[in-house]
């Protein structure tokens, strides 16, 4: 198939719209962004059977959301930054309530200053919340990353939401080409209607979303935390069945120059391009330097990332979220455990950079690495630092 | 490994499932239960009082069995072929609804509350 140039926003909404889900139900305005809104047009052209359910905020949106995916329904909505801070209470329940929902995020800083640049804390502060989280690089990958995911929550080891964020405006509002696929391939590839073991059926009445008290929450949590380690292998046969079937290689975890390198980046999301490029001119300059690219944040696929770092000597983790008194940047926590739990012992510097969706340039990259070198070569960490803000 | 579903268990085992405490791997996903969770649920020992029936003030108008916020109430016929009130002790919290909400005879309620000790 012939490739199209598309903006991340509208790689997603197309992908949605070969994925022909039953139900969308979206909040429309701010800080919503163009992907239900183009999805709200293939609505309207009749190229979807999807009901689409145009709700009056973010909070009824994932409540309507869970009520469609308990009925049995594929179920794709879409949000960002304060939006997702209002469904926060919601996205709780949809990974307790086993709900196989995507939501595509685009990635926007969170009030307040008010702002609605590209920054990924958004999609971060729900990390704990039981969702599958993945981080697209390119419009390419959007689109591969929002099929896949149905597949991946679908599946009877998961029953997970499956959160896809795409860096607000540097993937959502730029233009790509990408290889779209078609409606059979994708109807094929996830086996069909979605087949829902647990759901709400007349014939077999159950009830769902019950209280649990002090006898049963742990328990109710305790399967939401297994469900999250199965999904690992999920996610790896399914990155694999699609290299098979479309020939792009995905790995949860990837490694980039890696092999021989001394040091490396640790990066998520559309970064990871400028930090490809920076090590492709450090090494051209004869540096041995790496990346480490995140794809699935959450379920953490630690052990193949200490396979990546097991013989470096320096770790540079840089993120595009913030974490305000903690011991590092959100990202480099998991990092640093990690590290501290496969028992090795690489120098680290961690980074926060480009908040609000402040720019920062290939060259940037290669300064945060000459920094961050001149400490490991004497042995020292760097601490936490926030990467061109002014004093 | 896949999570049990809540209509793998019949009603003997959700009595034991309250009574037994199990472990994750044996509960039904997602907080899910078999329909009717309070079935084998006593709610009627919530309760402080109970309501009784005075029969000869009760004009079978039906008020309490569709006031009763927990379908503790069911009509049964005498043998005149009227519809009298009985309560069902195993569920019924004592909240006084029907008794509030009696007409009665003359002035006499059919439903008075009796305090349990």
Request: glycine share 4%; aromatic share 14%; with cysteine.
């Given at each position: 198939m012939s490739r199209i140039a598309v903006t991340g926003d509208d790689a997603i909404a197309q992908a949605a719209k070969i994925v022909n889900p039953d139900v969308v139900a979206a909040y429309p305005i701010t800080p919503q962004t163009i992907i239900?809104?183009?999805?709200?047009?293939?609505?309207?052209?009749?190229?979807?059977?999807?009901?689409?359910?145009?709700?009056?905020?973010?909070?009824?949106?994932?409540s309507a959301c869970i009520g469609a995916s308990t009925a049995g329904g594929r179920v794709f909505t879409s949000s960002a930054s304060a939006g997702i801070?209002?469904?926060?209470?919601?996205?709780?329940?949809?990974?307790?309530?086993r709900t196989p929902i995507v939501m595509a995020v685009a990635n926007r800083a969170i009030s307040g200053p008010i702002n609605i640049h590209g920054e990924q804390t958004d999609q971060l502060l729900f990390r704990d919340s039981g969702w599958i989280s993945i981080f697209a690089e390119t419009n390419q990958e959007a689109y591969d990353s929002t099929i896949m995911a149905f597949k991946i929550g679908e599946h009877s080891d998961v029953l997970l939401p499956v959160a896809v964020g795409i860096d607000g405006f540097i993937l959502s509002h730029a233009i790509e080409g990408i290889e779209p696929t078609d409606r059979e391939f994708v109807f094929e590839f996830l086996g069909g209607e979605r087949k829902a073991a647990l759901r709400l059926d007349p014939d077999n009445p159950v009830s769902v979303g019950l209280l649990h008290l002090?006898?049963?929450?742990?328990?109710?949590?305790?399967?939401?935390?297994?469900?999250?380690?199965?999904?690992?292998?999920?996610?790896i046969d399914t990155y694999k069945e699609w290299k098979e079937l479309k020939g792009r290689e995905y790995h949860p975890v990837e490694g980039y120059m890696i092999e021989d390198a001394d040091y490396a980046f640790v990066t998520m999301g559309s970064g990871a391009g400028n930090a490809r490029t920076a090590v492709d001119e450090l090494r051209a300059k004869g540096e041995k330097v790496g990346l480490i690219k995140i794809r699935v944040y959450r379920p953490w696929f630690g052990k193949e990332f200490s396979q990546l770092t097991k013989n470096l000597k320096g770790v540079i983790s840089v993120e595009r979220a913030h974490s305000f008194g903690s011991p590092g940047g959100i990202l480099g926590q998991d990092v640093k455990s990690t590290l501290f739990d496969s028992k090795q012992t690489p120098c680290i510097a961690e980074y926060c950079y480009g908040l609000g969706g402040r720019d920062c340039l290939v060259k940037e990259w290669s300064e945060m690495y000459d920094r961050s070198k001149k400490s490991f070569?004497?042995?020292?960490?760097?601490?936490?630092?926030?990467?061109?803000v002014r004093v | 490994m896949q999570d049990v579903l809540?209509?793998?268990?019949?009603?003997?085992?959700?009595?034991?499932?309250?009574?037994?405490?199990?472990?994750?791997?044996k509960l039904p996903m997602a907080g899910s239960t078999p329909a009717g969770s309070a079935k084998f649920f006593r709610t009627g020992d919530w309760a402080n009082k109970q309501p009784h029936l005075i029969v000869e003030n009760c004009i079978s108008c039906y008020k309490c069995y569709f006031y009763c916020p927990d379908n503790a109430i069911t009509m049964v016929e005498d043998a005149d072929g009227k519809a009298h009130p009985e309560f069902d002790y195993f569920y019924c919290k004592g909240c006084e609804v029907c008794a509030h909400e009696c007409p009665g005879k003359k002035g006499n309620k059919a439903i008075v509350m009796e305090d349990l000790k």
């Open positions: 239900v809104e183009r999805f709200s047009d293939f609505v309207a052209d009749g190229e979807v059977d999807t009901e689409f359910v145009c709700v009056e905020s973010e909070h009824s949106a994932m801070m209002l469904m926060f209470e919601i996205l709780q329940i949809a990974s307790s309530s002090q006898d049963y929450y742990m328990e109710a949590r305790a399967q939401v935390r297994d469900a999250q380690q199965r999904a690992k292998q999920v996610i070569m004497e042995g020292k960490n760097l601490p936490y630092f926030w990467w061109g | 809540p209509t793998d268990i019949n009603d003997e085992d959700f009595k034991k499932w309250v009574a037994e405490k199990w472990g994750y791997k």
